[in-house]
């Protein structure tokens, strides 16, 4: 599709945009939204004709792009039959997005509880666990994103949890491995998984075994950072789960659904959860849908046991109609198998180049097409590009650079001093070579930043 100028167009979106929306995560009179006329694939483009390649996925969820035409029209054809119906009923949408995920999870987990969104699925995953255990206290990692609503932004690791932190949600956060900046002094990848591993059993020795319901990871945490974990890391927290009575959840919301080159991030581990998320890649975002799945472990608690949740939109025909679709596509069209060799043929060879070109890149990581490049002033020391949560003046070298991939046709996914690489599953190898050259060319911004 062509992008249509219409300037007068735009400006009334923007106006519009101004005067009523609130914006999330954001000081409302210090944005300055785009406004956006139109997407289609890897694309979208303004009111002024300017076309960016998205490498931000949307919000790290359209896997498939913007406007697949199989997907908008099993939603078009599920309105016309049946566009909404109340959760306590079958319908066939529901029951055939519960099959086809089910048949893609790993080990037994089978059971499919359907929610709104990640956040949500997080919120219902906890309860289950507690509820299954008895027990009150939850552990995440420090570097970590679980979501908005109360107990998920609890979970939180990230800066953003600190204005609703109460205090009182009965989680005890921990450090996770993450060698480049690495809490236990540890040289090598071995030596990172050992000691976290040890770190965590100390925090489940010293809070109470007995008072732990689950640890909750997402399996490669995302606008954290993208750091895939150690071999052997997920393994161990498995066990350690289980020497323990512990349910195990994996956080997929980001991870899932194609974005790591596998189906779930738990499949390039050999590691099976009690519960797992998901959200986000499940319908690529057509229409809001998440969920829960569940193991039968935690499944026959609530044989003969109400439980005591739900939603309104649990399984929301249009939702589950956009999802069989999707999965359907990503089968069809191999776009998983698409992300895992594109991300090792094409993405990791031309990162690691940029990364020996600028000195602004102190490392690269990632997996599928589920990468970040983490920004410094100096390659030796590792000081961050920006401070730790900066803000205003303090973050101008990051802005600098987002505003120049930007001009330079790459909408990019700046957190903190990281960029993402993060473009649809089924992103072309033209494409990304496209979008590389650009962050190529806006790097050069954030190496007048170095030392």
């Known amino acids: 599709m062509t992008p249509q100028t219409d300037p007068q167009a735009g400006a009334a979106v923007k106006a519009a945009d101004r005067a009523h929306v609130f914006h999330s995560w954001s000081a409302q009179e210090l944005i300055d939204p785009l406004a956006v006329a139109g997407a ?61 995920i089910a048949e893609r999870t790993p080990g037994d987990l089978d059971k499919i509880f359907f929610t709104n969104g990640g956040a949500d699925a997080v919120e ?24 908005g609503t109360q107990q998920a932004i609890n979970l939180t690791g990230d800066p953003r949890r600190w204005a609703s932190d109460s205090g009182a949600a009965g989680v005890v956060h921990f450090w996770a491995p993450f060698l480049y900046r690495s809490r236990f002094y540890a040289e090598t990848e071995q030596q990172e998984c050992e000691r976290a591993l040890e770190h965590l059993e100390t925090t489940i020795a010293f809070e ?14 995302g606008t954290a950072g993208i750091m895939v974990p150690p071999p052997g890391y997920l393994a161990g927290v498995r066990e350690l789960c ?27 581990f050999d590691v099976v959860p009690d519960l797992m998320t998901f959200a986000k890649g499940v319908n690529s975002g057509y229409v809001p849908l998440g969920g829960v799945a569940i193991s039968g472990r935690i499944a026959e608690t609530f044989g003969k046991r109400a439980y005591p949740g ?11 109609a956009a999802a069989v679709a999707t999965i359907n596509v990503m089968a069809e069209e191999s776009v998983v198998e698409n992300a895992a060799e594109l ?20 490392e690269v990581r990632g997996v599928g097409m589920f990468w970040a490049l983490e920004l410094v002033r100096n390659k030796d020391t590792r000081e961050p590009l920006v401070p730790y949560n900066a803000a205003g003046e303090a973050a101008a070298p990051m802005a600098a650079f987002a505003a120049a991939a930007k001009a330079n046709g790459v909408w990019p996914f700046v957190n903190m001093n990281r960029t993402h690489v993060v473009p649809p599953c089924n992103v072309t190898e033209a494409e990304l070579k496209e979008g590389l050259a650009a962050l190529d060319a806006a790097l050069s911004v954030a190496d007048e930043y170095t030392e």
């Not at 969820?61 to 939603?75: D, E, L, R, S, W």
């Open 40 to 100: 289609e694939g890897s694309y979208f483009w303004d009111f002024d004709g300017n076309r960016y390649l998205d490498f931000t996925s949307g919000l790290v969820f359209t896997n498939i792009g913007y406007q697949h035409p199989k997907v908008v029209a099993a939603i078009q054809e599920q309105a016309a039959s049946m566009t909404t119906f109340a959760p306590a009923f079958a319908v066939e949408a529901r029951s055939e997005a519960a099959r086809l």
């Open 124 to 147: 219902h995953a906890l309860r289950m666990a507690r509820i299954h255990t008895g027990r009150p206290k939850v552990l995440s990692a420090y570097r970590s994103y679980h979501g």
């Open 208 to 221: 109470g075994p007995g008072t732990i319901a689950a640890i909750i990871l997402e399996t490669v945490p």
């Open 242 to 268: 289980d020497k323990y009575g512990i349910v195990f959840i994996l956080d997929e919301v980001m991870a899932g659904f194609g974005r790591t080159g596998r189906w779930f991030a738990a499949d390039l």
């Open 310 to 320: 739900g939603l309104t939109y649990s399984g929301h025909p249009l939702a589950c």
């Open 343 to 362: 991300g090792a043929s094409v993405v990791e060879p031309a990162l690691r180049r940029l990364a020996e070109r600028h000195p602004s890149v102190g």
